[in-house]
């Protein structure tokens, strides 16, 4: 069985000193958990001083991007190189937002995802449709065409340090949750592609993570399907309560 992993996208949200508070009741509430991989993404400005609060914890920690190049003249950018060095065990690419306001292409996800690899981080490469994509009939289509750029060039022992997120945008912050079975036929078809691409004993390893609006209310039931090995949490990872309560389900999947 895949191990789950819950991740709190924490996004362009709090300070130094809020992040330092929310991780020190974080810490103490998910300090039981065994079985499930928890990961906190903060800020970039937020991250050397939570890797410092997170070791010999039981969470990880994240970076939400990362530039391609390690270092040189890219005036306020982010090297794997530095994120590694200050103790990340993660970085998420190719998030729809990034996709949405920062011009990130199925092409530059590739980019930072071999950085990423090559600087040892383990990389969460998001995928997703948007509603109209949905509406048209294409979700298939994209969410294929954006798995196949993003993963161009990646071996297959390269496929196995990689955890993907299937984040339909439709369902991102809008309160809106694809049911478990729309999540669960993309995550098949997610699935299915990898074993094309990589064969049956990698696509079977790899970690497929659902995002949109998972709460303590909709996550066990998610998490229950097949294909869903895990959850990249917005909104609802901000909150102590709501994130160990999704971690707790998680913790609940039998297997
Ligand atoms: P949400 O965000 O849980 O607030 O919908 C998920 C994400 O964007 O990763």
């Known amino acids: 069985m895949r191990k789950l992993n819950i991740s709190g996208n924490w996004k362009l949200n709090k300070t130094l000193a809020e992040t330092k508070a929310l991780l ?29 609060m997170l070791i010999d914890s039981n969470i990880k920690l994240g970076a939400q991007n990362l530039f391609w190049e390690e270092s040189g003249a890219f005036t306020g950018e982010v090297s794997g190189l530095q994120l590694k060095a200050i103790g990340c065990n993660y970085v998420i690419i190719g998030h729809s937002e990034r996709r949405q306001y920062f011009g990130e292409t199925d092409e530059t996800v590739n980019k930072r995802l071999k950085s990423a690899l090559q600087n040892e981080l383990l990389p969460i490469v998001c995928v997703g449709e948007t509603l109209e994509e949905r509406e048209i009939g294409k979700t298939f289509d994209i969410i294929s065409e954006q798995v196949q750029g993003a993963l161009s060039g990646i071996s297959k022992d390269e496929m196995q340090k990689i955890t993907l997120a299937y984040e339909p945008v439709w369902a991102i912050g809008t309160g809106k949750t694809a049911t478990p079975e729309q999540a669960q036929e993309v995550h098949a078809f997610i699935r299915e592609k990898l074993t094309k691409l990589f064969g049956n004993s990698v696509a079977e390893n790899v970690t497929i993570q659902y995002g949109g609006s998972v709460k303590p209310s909709n996550a066990y039931e998610l998490l229950s399907q097949n294909d869903i090995d895990g959850a990249l949490v917005g909104g609802a990872s901000l909150d102590v309560e709501s994130f160990a309560a999704i971690v707790q389900a998680a913790e609940n999947i039998e297997g």
């Open 24 to 52: 020190a009741v974080l810490k103490s509430e998910l300090a039981g958990v065994k079985k499930t991989e928890i990961v906190v993404c903060p800020t970039y400005v937020s991250l050397a001083t939570s890797a410092e």
